[in-house]
């Protein structure tokens, strides 16, 4: 049981590129979500599904997408770079109680 | 707004004694408090939880207090040991899947 994974670890782009984070997930869990977690901060909620085929934004969504077209994958897309996205990000599923997350080990994500 | 803050960024103890990582929170609907622990380099990973309608709650070695009336949550480490340095979250549940997370608390072990 790998639990929730998330590849790259690390990542650098440059203004403008386009990149997609992936989050995969051997828990069976219909809700998933994407944090971002800048330093000093909380997690900041980026986007989240309930399920296949159903996403909804969270707090801080701009310049971000997100699909979910198997209860395994829930990958985040940056559509266009900004140094303002660097940041780490935590992909999450939620057992049965809507508090009750695990996180994946995170990608740290640098935009020069 | 809603909001989830903490008293102290940094805390300090001697390995052995116990730990005390306090929260407020602002929200009087908040009905569900979790407390996460964040190692170096990984995800958060859920400790212990308790619901409103509590006012304590144990776990192994953690315990959690619901102060709903000045909106605070504590929790406590007893006999902590270096494995305990970490940053530790609360956090608190909206209704449904909404969870907001505080800034953290960076615990320090000495040994």
């Known amino acids: 049981n790998a639990g929730v994974t998330q590849t790259p670890k690390f990542q650098v782009l440059k203004t403008g590129q386009s990149m997609t984070l992936q989050c995969a997930q051997d828990?069976?869990?219909?809700?998933m979500s994407w944090y971002r977690q800048d330093p000093g901060m909380g997690l900041r909620l980026i986007h989240y599904?309930?399920?296949?085929?159903?996403?909804d934004q969270g707090e801080v969504p701009n310049g971000y997408n997100v699909s979910r077209s198997t209860t395994e994958d829930f990958p985040l897309r940056l559509l266009s770079a900004a140094p303002s996205q660097t940041s780490v990000y935590f992909c999450?599923?939620?057992?049965?109680?809507?508090?009750?997350?695990?996180f994946g080990p995170g990608t740290r994500l640098t935009v020069t | 707004g809603e909001s989830v803050g903490l008293h102290l960024p940094t805390l300090s103890v001697q390995e052995g004694d116990n730990s005390i990582i306090n929260c407020a929170y602002s929200?009087?609907?908040?009905?569900?408090f979790i407390w996460y622990k964040q190692e170096s380099g990984k995800g958060p990973q859920f400790i212990i939880d308790?619901?409103?309608?509590?006012d304590k709650r144990q776990g192994q070695r953690v315990t959690v207090l619901l102060n709903k009336t000045v909106k605070h949550l504590s929790l406590q480490i007893a006999a902590t040991q270096p494995g305990d340095s970490a940053v530790y979250f609360c956090?608190?549940?909206?209704?449904?899947?909404?969870?907001?997370f505080g800034a953290g608390t960076r615990l320090f072990v000495k040994a």
């Open positions: 929200n009087s609907a908040s009905d569900y």
């Open positions: 999450a599923t939620t057992g049965d109680l809507p508090g009750e997350q695990y």
């Open positions: 956090a608190e549940n909206t209704g449904g899947f909404k969870t907001i």
């Open positions: 828990m069976n869990h219909e809700y």
């Open positions: 599904s309930v399920g296949a085929g159903i996403t």
């Open positions: 308790i619901r409103s309608n509590m």
